[in-house]
């Protein structure tokens, strides 16, 4: 199950990416924009992206269409990445990979290098993820030299996020997204290793390169204008976007988020994986990020009670397994501590070990919980609208709820949302500092990283990858 944690983060990237776009796929959300004559024979499409939902079939990153017989995509088919030409109803390219996508925790850089006017086959389509060429491939149908592709079309619209009026919506995060007209670039000028992590591949100032006639650079860091094209030409138009859709999540700093390859049952998640819908019986999931050490700080907005069972709190990764398997309840045994949003009889109580404490504080909808974790110490702390329960001071590390959390293994994050024989919709979303819901105030750590609610504890962190490397 993909995880991250602090031996594969990078503290110190060098060239620091703000901002991404959130695109939720319930939404419908997508960019468009209707490009002038442009150079058809050759452009590069450089793009980074954390995919949300894996649930559906197609997802498209861009698209032009104008018909089922002239078209252009780049696409995850499910879990593979697909780029398709179609033209007078010929399919003169398609390149299915034979790399699957399915890791939701993790950013990927993709280039797609295309040059017709290559006299050998193999040099007119390079596709590139995360700084190696790809080699592989379930099918490559390469061009024909000199071949135009529907792409820069002059008066065509040009698609991000969608397929035209065929309803595939993209789920999950962009970032970086680079349209270059007129040149065939490589991965090596949008990105580089890391000199003190080779693995890790990571962003570098794109702003040097020849953009051409169409180009664009959408960097995402207008949340009032997420399609600004900062290379100074005509803006994207958004649809069904918002300013809550400008993330910080980043392939620069990368924030945890709930985990679609980890829940027992979840019925729904959407909005980058941090909106919690349950429709049915069972229900819970886990955190993308787990932490060793370091001190904590998340939040968590409720939406929509039902008379059953919502808990928020933390495991431990022994208690994983269990929690793959079954439709587990944060604190029904020895391995979790969470807090009751709602039940039958506990809302507003802590639990641990299958018991609930005495009352503290309840909650209702709109209600916001934070949860603090010193995991040096061993120590969770509960709040409810900016107050500590019990009386808690997680700074000065007093009045915790519980105490006793191992301190010599990871911990994660974790949500149960079980609807059982209630009835209605339970909602929450999770804020682990890339709110998915507007901020009212806005307050970040002591790093300068997350956007929460409400104050963050002295010497607690949001979960990111800066800060895990720093402290987790």
């Given at each position: ?14 060239y620091d990416v703000a901002n991404s776009c959130r695109f939720n796929d319930g939404d419908e959300a997508e ?390 024989t209630g009835s209605g919709t339970p909602t929450m979303l999770m804020n682990f500092g890339n709110p998915p ?15 929460f609610e409400y104050a963050v504890p002295n010497s607690y962190y949001s979960l990111c990858t800066k800060n ?5």
């Amino acid at each position: 199950m993909p995880l991250i944690l602090g031996t594969n983060s990078i503290k110190d990237t060098g060239y620091d990416v703000a901002n991404s776009c959130r695109f939720n796929d319930g939404d419908e959300a997508e960019m468009t924009k209707s490009f002038g004559s442009g150079n058809q024979k050759k452009f590069t499409v450089s793009f980074w992206v954390k995919r949300g939902s894996l649930a559906e079939t197609d997802f498209h990153i861009l698209n032009t269409r104008a018909s089922d017989n002239d078209r252009f995509h780049i696409l995850f088919y499910q879990n593979d990445l697909w780029v398709i030409n179609v033209s007078s109803g010929s399919t003169t390219l398609k390149f299915i990979t034979d790399r699957k996508f399915r890791d939701p925790s993790a950013w990927y850089h993709i280039v797609v290098s295309i040059d017709t006017t290559q006299a050998v086959e193999g040099n007119r389509v390079k596709i590139y993820v995360n700084g190696t060429q790809e080699t592989s491939f379930s099918t490559s149908t390469y061009p024909s030299q000199n071949d135009d592709m529907y792409v820069n079309n002059n008066g065509v619209t040009h698609y991000i996020g969608s397929n035209y009026s065929y309803n595939y919506f993209f789920d999950g995060y962009l970032a970086e997204f680079v349209f270059i007209d007129g040149t065939a670039y490589a991965a090596s000028d949008f990105g580089e290793y890391d000199e003190d992590s080779p693995q890790i591949w990571k962003p570098i100032d794109v702003s040097g390169l020849t953009f051409g006639t169409n180009g664009t650079y959408l960097d995402f860091e207008a949340s009032g204008n997420l399609g600004n094209d900062a290379n100074g030409g005509t803006d994207w138009t958004e649809v069904n976007l918002a300013a809550t859709d400008q993330a910080t999540d980043t392939p620069t700093n990368n924030f945890a988020t709930l985990n679609p390859l980890a829940p027992a049952n979840i019925s729904s998640a959407s909005e980058g994986n941090l909106k919690i819908v349950q429709s049915s019986s069972g229900g819970s999931a886990i955190s993308t990020i787990g932490f060793g050490s370091g001190k904590w700080y998340w939040e968590i907005e409720i939406d929509s009670q039902v008379t059953y069972t919502q808990l928020a709190g933390v495991i431990k990764e022994s208690q994983m397994e269990a929690a793959l398997l079954t439709s587990f309840n944060v604190g029904a045994n020895s391995g979790g501590w969470s807090y009751f949003l709602q039940s039958n009889t506990d809302n507003g109580k802590a639990f641990h070990n299958n018991s609930a404490s005495s009352v503290y504080t309840t909650v209702s909808d709109g209600d916001i919980l934070s949860i603090a974790v010193d995991a040096d110490n061993g120590k969770i702390y509960f709040g409810v609208n900016g107050t500590w329960v019990n009386s808690g001071d997680p700074a000065a590390g007093s009045n915790e709820v519980y105490s006793g959390l191992p301190t010599d293994e990871i911990i994660f994050p974790a949500i149960t949302n079980y609807l059982g024989t209630g009835s209605g919709t339970p909602t929450m979303l999770m804020n682990f500092g890339n709110p998915p819901f507007s901020i009212s105030s806005g307050n970040a750590d002591a790093n300068g990283y997350g956007n929460f609610e409400y104050a963050v504890p002295n010497s607690y962190y949001s979960l990111c990858t800066k800060n895990l490397a720093e402290f987790g």
